[in-house]
């Protein structure tokens, strides 16, 4: 029999003896012992295999998979679209902040900004829900970000909040909401009300005292006891919540001191690691993200000492073992306070330089107009537009990355910033599941 696998295959050395086959269209991994690296030679030249090698352990596991044989399974592939229907959105209430972010995506400050009108936010609540009474999951979701700091404007999140309930009860709809914040204004009365009202909370914050000092108060004062407090306030009334925490090059040898900071400090059990991007405020300063192999070791071991603890350790990139895409995310229905519409929210702010770029959408009118040749535009670029991505064994997994990260001065990289590290943390994740 000629070995002919009906799926894209990838397999690694796991260096503890074994090789890690990875299937990433079917979502199945498969560990096997180093000796059988031939054999996988073998199956991915189709060559024809031996009776003992049919006969092999290996070769039964696949067979009782049915990854073998002539009928492949149909590749991952964004089709262009006729409507844009989103069944989520991004509510970017104001422009203003009340930290100045060493590293800020939308170059936030302190300025007055007039916040989102309730007519723009009931259009995006009502569009989307009527998005999602026709989706399958009859499921809508939300959350409230920045631009600035959603929780400035707190009255306007109640008034929200509560339209969504009240739309998605008339209409029958599941609803998911989600806060993400600096934490800065959090008190215990709306913590009371965020436990019966919000389903998560990312708390941004970078978790050390000499950390957070790259999220000050606009005056230059550390913010650190502020959103430690916060943390404490959140937990003591059962808000799930994470830290998300930005790694720079300067930190990227102290997440174990985070991991290590929130279990003597908190009851937060997770916390998500983010390299940083440099866009916005990042690239204007003398930071820059970490060196791609240092930030995995240190990962790595802040997620085995997370375990010990009880913390839930992650990024985006260890999400990437359940994709099965061609892109990294949708085109998003990111609402500013104006009513422009912003493919990522990353570049909602008109003084980003991939503003236009991201620009599909307007509120005119009491109803929201959508530019669908840029949408699509935007869809098409994934996984099959960089010629890195097309013999990558993460392509399906990682989906050529965040596209808001290949971006430069309107300019789209052709190669994406984070591979080495996407690649690796997708091999530790394989392993860490097949040996969990």
Same mark, same amino acid.
């Given at each position: ?103 800020? +995506? ?202 010990? +603890? ?44 991939? +503003?236009? +770029? ?79």
């Amino acid at each position: 029999m000629t070995g002919i696998v009906n799926t894209e295959m990838h397999f690694f050395n796991g260096n503890d003896g074994y090789v890690y086959i990875h299937f990433p269209i079917r979502g199945y991994a498969i560990k096997t012992s180093v000796e059988n690296e031939k054999l996988l030679i073998k199956l991915q030249k189709n060559e024809v295999l031996s009776p003992v090698e049919l006969n092999s352990h290996l070769i039964k596991e696949m067979e009782g998979k049915d990854l073998f044989g002539f009928s492949t399974n149909p590749l991952p592939d964004i089709k262009e679209i006729d409507q844009f229907k989103p069944i989520e959105a991004t509510l970017l209430l104001t422009e203003s902040c009340n930290l100045a972010c060493s590293y800020c +995506y939308a170059k936030a400050s302190n300025e007055k900004f007039t916040p989102m009108s309730k007519e723009i936010a009931k259009a995006a609540v009502d569009l989307v829900i009527n998005n999602a009474k026709n989706h399958k999951h009859k499921t809508a979701e939300f959350r409230y970000l920045g631009g600035g700091e959603p929780t400035i404007e707190w009255d306007l999140i109640v008034w929200i909040t509560n339209y969504i309930h009240y739309r998605a009860d008339e209409e029958g709809v599941k609803y998911w909401i989600r806060l993400i914040t600096n934490g800065v204004l959090i008190t215990e009365d709306k913590a009371k009300w965020i436990s019966k009202n919000i389903h998560y909370v990312t708390l941004s914050c970078d978790i050390l005292p000499e950390l957070q000092a790259n999220r000050s108060f606009p005056n230059g004062k550390n913010s650190h006891k502020a959103v430690m407090r916060t943390a404490n306030i959140l937990t003591k009334y059962g808000v799930p919540c994470h830290f998300r925490t930005t790694i720079s090059f300067a930190s990227s040898d102290l997440l174990k001191e985070m991991v290590e900071y929130t279990y003597r400090n908190t009851d937060v059990k997770a916390i998500r690691f983010e390299p940083m991007a440099e866009i916005g405020r990042a690239s204007e300063t003398e930071m820059s993200k970490p060196e791609q192999q240092a930030f995995v070791d240190a990962f790595i071991d802040a997620y085995e000492l997370g375990k010990q +603890y009880g913390i839930y350790v992650t990024c985006k990139m260890m999400t990437n073992i359940v994709r099965r895409s061609s892109r990294f995310c949708n085109v998003e229905f990111a609402i500013t306070s104006e009513g422009n519409v912003a493919g990522c929210h990353r570049y909602s702010r008109k003084n980003n330089s991939g +503003y236009d +770029y991201y620009h599909v959408g307007k509120f005119i009118d009491n109803r929201f107009i959508f530019d669908l040749t840029k949408i699509n535009n935007l869809r098409k670029i994934d996984a099959s537009y960089f010629s890195d991505c097309k013999k990558c064994f993460a392509r399906w997994s990682c989906a050529s990355g965040c596209l808001s990260a290949r971006l430069n001065e309107g300019e789209i990289s052709p190669r994406g910033p984070l591979c080495h590290l996407t690649r690796e943390l997708l091999k530790f994740s394989i392993k860490d599941a097949l040996n969990r």
